[in-house]
């Protein structure tokens, strides 16, 4: 069992950075493909980033150029990198991890969740 925990979420102005971190139990976190997801008010839920066990780097079209993911396999942590920030970026981030070589894109094909960090963007 992974348990995922989400952080560094908050209010930041229109063009502004966060980081977001995501902290994994468990002693096998370099074995893990992870993602992060989002899900805004009253929209589907979607791919933001992943990272595979390889430290390949995967985006989705809006994130990517504005956002980084990165992975500290010794801290056991995933993070979110995000710059240039928009109101449209405003939703709850989620991390995700699934025993797999390569990450997917749906939200299905990971197997962890965690519970979310609110990002929200102000202009």
């Known amino acids: 069992q992974v348990q995922l925990v989400e952080s560094g979420g908050g209010l930041v102005q229109d063009g502004g950075s966060l980081r977001l971190s995501c902290t994994a139990s468990?002693?096998?976190?370099?074995?893990?493909?992870m993602g992060w997801f989002r899900q805004g008010t009253g929209k589907e839920r979607e791919f933001v980033a992943a990272?595979?066990?390889?430290?390949?780097?995967y985006y989705s079209d809006s994130s990517k150029g504005r956002f980084t993911i990165s992975r500290d396999n010794a801290k056991n942590s995933v993070y979110l990198r995000m710059n240039s920030l928009k109101p449209e970026d405003t939703a709850l981030y989620y991390c995700?991890?699934?025993?797999?070589?390569?990450?997917?894109?749906?939200?299905?094909?990971?197997?962890?969740r965690g519970q979310g960090t609110q990002v929200t963007v102000v202009s």
């Open positions: 995700a991890a699934d025993y797999s070589i390569m990450p997917g894109r749906g939200w299905e094909q990971y197997t962890y």
């Open positions: 468990g002693r096998t976190f370099s074995s893990y493909a």
């Open positions: 990272i595979s066990r390889s430290d390949m780097t």
